[in-house]
Every structure is written in structure tokens, then in C-alpha cells.
T-cell receptor, first 115, second 113 residues
Framework: EPEVTQTPSHQVTQMGQEVILRCVPISNHLYFYWYRQILGQKVEFLVSFYNNEISEKSEIFDDQFSVERPDGSNFTLKIRSTKLEDSAMYFC?????????????FGPGTRLTVL | AQSVTQPDIHITVSEGASLELRCNYSYGATPYLFWYVQSPGQGLQLLLKYFSGDTLVQGIKGFEAEFKRSQSSFNLRKPSVHWSDAAEYFC???????????FGKGTRLHILP
């Protein structure tokens, strides 16, 4: 069964450093998303991406964040200068395009720890 | 603003007992509704979804949920829980096709042996 994969599973970084979280969506999917979950809290939407541009972003997704689909398979989330409060689990998701609503398939997540 | 409410932060049930987890949403139209389960340290697994049609939907692992428009609810049920059902359960709504998903705060389910 096709699945969304994410690397690394755990990333530890120093405050102020740049990090790139990587995702490989399901191959025929065209909509891509990033969500985050701070420890003990709910999952929050960050950004959606379609047709090589951002469709929607939340207020969390400020200038320190960016997304990119550098090739036909990867979808990345970059945090330019990490802050302590960026420590969270980051989930990538993808969904198929089409006339019928498609569910989002989530990856296993990357746990980001900012020291 | 759209919101999802899960009024129970923790629920404890005995193994073999029935379960109902509550979920209410706030939205002007009928949203797309989901229940996800998250085991400790794991990702999100979709249990079931409601897009349209029959308001009683069946999911994986023996779970079902019923959409009640009049109550803006989408409660999750299971007739007999197993110890492996201990996890965090998230109710979620999607507003448009391929739109973002808004999650509730989750209900942590504990199972007594």
C-alpha cells in the first residue's frame, strides 16, 4: 500500500540553525500539506501546496518557514532560523486531485527538537 | 471561525466495555469529517471518514461513527474495546475539497484490564 514517508524521524538542532524536513508524498498525489503538533497539543495546519505554489498558510507559517517541491517526488519544509518554540512533531500529508474529495494521507512525522 | 470540540480530554474504560468518544464541530455547512488515532510516538492513522451519504460510517478496527447534522456531532463508537485501542483519538473536519484539516484537541483513551 502506498504511503507518505518522512525523513529524518528525529532532528535535533541548535536555536538559530536552519533545518529542512523532507517528505515523499504518495506518487500520484498533487496536494501536499504540512502540519505540526507541539507536545501534548493538537495537530495544527501550517501550509498547503498545489501546482507548485502555496494554496493556503496559517498564521504560524511566517517568513521563517518555506516549502518547496524541488523535484518530482520530494516536498520539503524549511525553517530558516529555528526557535525553541519550533520544537514539535511535523507531519506531512498528501491527497489526490480530482472531482471527488480525497482524504489526506499522513506520514509518520519528524520530531524536531530545538535546543 | 470553524472549530472542533472534543469535550473529554481523558476517558477510561474497561477492556471489553463499549466506547463512545464525543465530537462537535462548528461550521455553517456540512463539513467533511474524520477520526484519526495516534499511538504514543506514532503518526496519524485514519479510522474513518464521512464525506456524504449514509450518516453511519464504518471504519477500521471495528470503529464506527455517526454524523448527526442537527447536533453538529460526529461521535465515535466501538462496541467492545481491546487493550490495543489505548491511544489518542482526534476528531477533525475538512471544509472544502482538498482543504486543510482542522483537528480537535484529542481524547486520550485509557483501557483498564
Amino acid at each position: 500500500e502506498p504511503e507518505v514517508t518522512q525523513t529524518p524521524s528525529h532532528q535535533v538542532t541548535q536555536m538559530g540553525q536552519e533545518v529542512i524536513l523532507r517528505c515523499v508524498p504518495i506518487s500520484n498525489h498533487l496536494y501536499f500539506y504540512w502540519y505540526r503538533q507541539i507536545l501534548g497539543q493538537k495537530v495544527e495546519f501550517l501550509v498547503s501546496f498545489y501546482n507548485n505554489e502555496i494554496s493556503e498558510k496559517s498564521e504560524i507559517f511566517d517568513d521563517q518557514f518555506s516549502v518547496e517541491r524541488p523535484d518530482g517526488s520530494n516536498f520539503t519544509l524549511k525553517i530558516r532560523s529555528t526557535k525553541l518554540e519550533d520544537s514539535a512533531m511535523y507531519f506531512c500529508a498528501s491527497s489526490a486531485a480530482g472531482e471527488i474529495r480525497s482524504e489526506q494521507f499522513f506520514g509518520p512525522g519528524t520530531r524536531l527538537t530545538v535546543l | 471561525a470553524q472549530s472542533v470540540t472534543q469535550p473529554d480530554i481523558h476517558i477510561t474504560v474497561s477492556e471489553g466495555a463499549s466506547l463512545e468518544l464525543r465530537c462537535n464541530y462548528s461550521y455553517g455547512a456540512t463539513p467533511y469529517l474524520f477520526w484519526y488515532v495516534q499511538s504514543p510516538g506514532q503518526g496519524l492513522q485514519l479510522l474513518l471518514k464521512y464525506f456524504s451519504g449514509d450518516t453511519l460510517v464504518q471504519g477500521i478496527k471495528g470503529f464506527e461513527a455517526e454524523f448527526k447534522r442537527s447536533q453538529s456531532s460526529f461521535n465515535l463508537r466501538k462496541p467492545s474495546v481491546h487493550w490495543s485501542d489505548a491511544a489518542e483519538y482526534f476528531c477533525a473536519v475538512g471544509l472544502n475539497r482538498d482543504d486543510k484539516i482542522i483537528f480537535g484537541k484529542g481524547t486520550r483513551l485509557h483501557i483498564l484490564p
